[in-house]
């Protein structure tokens, strides 16, 4: 099956600066990619999503890029503020599918 | 903006006891699903469902588990006897249909905690 590694598993920015995390998957069938920010207390939300006929996608301070070849992806975030501390979760599926597969997560924490 | 919402927050249960979960999905989404994710660890598939029917489900979803919508707006999970290893968050997630390109995008309740004695 399906297996998202995602890198950092912690990160710690100061504000203004710009955060990555990164995530690679196995499995070639897979064409959509959502990244999820968790708050405390709440469940995980959708910041953004790419499908593999893109190589990346943008929203304002968020952007995620896609390379299918070396089947990893990125979330990009610019000018970092301190609400943008959470947990990210990337996650992974194929559309003949309905399972998304989560990587473990990053902590990103934003200090002013 | 629609939510999906999940009672309870929170259940504190006896090994061996019977727990449902219930969930009210976004009233026009035709996907169902149950996640879990044990304390510090990912997100797990548990099982999706369809026009009334489980579409998929995961190695985790065993005999113990079983899903309903007994109504036009609830969705349960039901563990039979529970086991201290079923203690993590379980989210429910609704998504209104597959996109052009056949992706399902899902909104996540806020999740009920279940912790297991």
């Known amino acids: 099956g399906e297996n998202v590694e995602q890198h950092p598993s912690t990160l710690s920015v100061q504000e203004g600066d710009s955060a990555v995390i990164k995530c690679t998957y196995s499995d070639s069938a897979s064409n959509y990619f959502p990244w999820y920010k968790q708050e405390l207390g709440k469940g995980p939300q959708l910041i953004i999503d790419i499908r593999s006929n893109v190589g990346e996608k943008k929203d304002q301070r968020i952007a995620v890029t896609l390379n299918k070849t070396a089947k990893h992806f990125s979330l990009h975030i610019t000018e970092t503020q301190p609400e943008d501390s959470a947990v990210y979760f990337c996650a992974a599926s194929r559309n003949s599918g309905y399972a998304l597969n989560f990587g473990k997560g990053t902590s990103l924490l934003v200090t002013p | 903006e629609p939510e999906v919402t999940q009672t309870p927050s929170h259940q504190v249960t006896q090994m061996g006891q019977e727990v449902i979960l219930r969930c009210v999905p976004i009233?026009?989404?035709?996907?169902f699903y149950w996640y879990r994710q044990i304390l510090g660890q990912k997100v797990e598939f548990l099982v999706s469902f369809y026009n009334n029917e489980i579409s998929e489900k995961s190695e985790i979803f065993d005999d113990q588990f079983s899903v309903e919508r007994p109504d036009g707006s609830n969705f349960t999970l039901k563990i039979r006897s529970t086991k201290l290893e079923d203690s993590a968050m379980y989210f429910c997630?609704?998504?209104?249909?597959?996109?052009?390109?056949?992706?399902?995008?899902?909104?996540f309740g806020a999740g009920s905690r279940l912790t297991v004695l």
């Open positions: 009233s026009n989404h035709l996907y």
């Open positions: 997630a609704s998504s209104k249909n597959r996109d052009t390109s056949g992706a399902n995008v899902l909104t």
